[in-house]
């Protein structure tokens, strides 16, 4: 199957700075990359859905403003929790999918576990 | 939406015995199912998926699972499982939105613990 990286793998910050995890397709196009948040022991949840170019489309209850998501190339979105504080400490997992197809699969990456202190 | 509902949180299992992991969806005209695995600390790994065609599908890593419309399950299932199959598994459905674009839903997953 195709390759989804996320950097960092693991981050730990102060609490009100900001962090930028980054998502990468590694041997496709992704016309569309999915970020999620796992909290310990319980499923993933959609944050946010971004297609290449445009802004993303975020889900109820998920502030745009605080988790904000650019998707400025076909193999690159990066996810930035502005302010960040100790209720936002989680794992950020993000997928790609690319082509039209809606049916195609998508491939997740390995996540991004963010400890807020 | 669509969505699924997993009812076992956690399934333990001697290894080399058979194990059967639930789920269910919702009703729907036409369902797309999947079944992922997640390692501690990992990203999620598609294990097998369901689109249309043969109501038996298997997976990788010796799963498969039966789509069953009259019950709305999709269960997962494996013959024989071993220590390395202790993992958290998700069933997931997807749903097709009307403005295009596609996105998943996911159960609230299973932890299968296969024990010595």
């Known amino acids: 199957g195709a390759v989804v990286s996320q950097h960092p793998s693991w981050v730990i910050c102060k609490s009100g700075t900001s962090v930028k995890i980054e998502c990468r397709s590694l041997?496709?196009?992704?016309?569309?990359m999915f970020w999620y948040r796992q909290f310990p022991k319980q499923s993933l949840m959609l944050m946010a859905t971004?297609?290449?170019?445009?802004?993303?489309?975020?889900e109820q209850g998920v502030e745009k403003d605080k988790f904000l998501i650019n998707h400025a190339s076909l193999t690159l979105s990066t996810l930035t929790v502005t302010s960040a504080h100790p209720e936002d400490s989680s794992f950020y997992i993000c997928?790609?999918?690319?082509?039209?197809?809606?049916?195609?699969?998508?491939?997740f990456g390995p996540g991004t576990r963010l400890t807020v202190l | 939406a669509q969505s699924v509902t997993q009812l076992d949180s956690q399934v333990p299992v001697f290894e080399e015995a058979p194990v059967e992991l639930r789920c269910n969806y919702s009703s729907s005209v036409s369902v797309y199912l999947f079944w992922y695995v997640q390692y501690p600390n990992q990203g999620l790994q598609l294990l097998l998926k369901y689109l249309s065609g043969s109501t038996l599908v298997k997976g990788i890593n010796g799963f498969e699972a039966e789509f069953n419309k009259s019950q709305t399950s999709f269960h997962l299932r494996k013959p024989s499982v071993h220590i390395s199959d202790t993992a958290e598994y998700f069933c997931?459905?997807?749903?097709?939105?009307?403005?295009?674009?596609?996105?998943?839903?996911f159960g609230t997953g299973t932890q299968l613990k296969v024990e010595l």
């Open positions: 997931a459905v997807l749903n097709i939105l009307t403005g295009g674009g596609n996105k998943l839903t």
């Open positions: 997928s790609a999918f690319g082509g039209i197809n809606p049916y195609n699969e998508q491939f």
């Open positions: 971004s297609n290449e170019g445009s802004k993303a489309t975020y």
């Open positions: 041997d496709f196009q992704a016309t569309t």
